[in-house]
């Protein structure tokens, strides 16, 4: 599987963004993905993840209210709806599949992940 991100940009505290990521193959619908973020100096974190059939995503505590995740099988592709963006979201963003099918276990840890988009820089300025 290979995944590409986009949508990244800098944006004014308060504003919105969204992030795509699309997904190379036939069996997209079966993975759980996940977003995970980077800022300089700091180590990646979880931000958001989703399970194959969609149900109960999991959010960080500090983008749960703030951002969404969804996807849609039909286009391979997964998105990150960021809204009320605030200068301590600034990082970049990397989409991620867990490369287990039809897992309802919904992990939080990047170790679970096996593939990686190329990551997409989000910057929010004060």
């Known amino acids: 599987v290979q995944l590409q991100a986009s949508g990244g940009g800098l944006v004014q505290a308060g504003g919105s963004l969204r992030l795509s990521c699309a997904a190379s193959?036939?069996?997209?619908?079966?993975?759980?993905m996940a977003w995970f973020r980077q800022a300089p100096g700091k180590d990646r974190e979880f931000v958001a993840a989703?399970?194959?059939?969609?149900?109960?995503?999991s959010y960080a505590d500090s983008v749960r209210g703030r951002f969404t995740i969804s996807r849609d099988n039909a286009k391979n592709t997964v998105y990150l709806q960021m809204n009320s963006l605030k200068p301590e979201d600034t990082a970049v963003y990397y989409c991620?599949?867990?490369?287990?099918?039809?897992?309802?276990?919904?992990?939080?840890?990047?170790?679970?992940?096996?593939?990686w988009g190329q990551g997409t820089q989000v910057t929010v300025s004060s």
């Open positions: 991620a599949a867990d490369g287990s099918g039809y897992r309802d276990y919904l992990s939080l840890s990047f170790l679970d992940y096996e593939y």
């Open positions: 193959g036939r069996t997209f619908s079966r993975y759980g």
């Open positions: 989703i399970r194959w059939s969609s149900v109960m995503p």
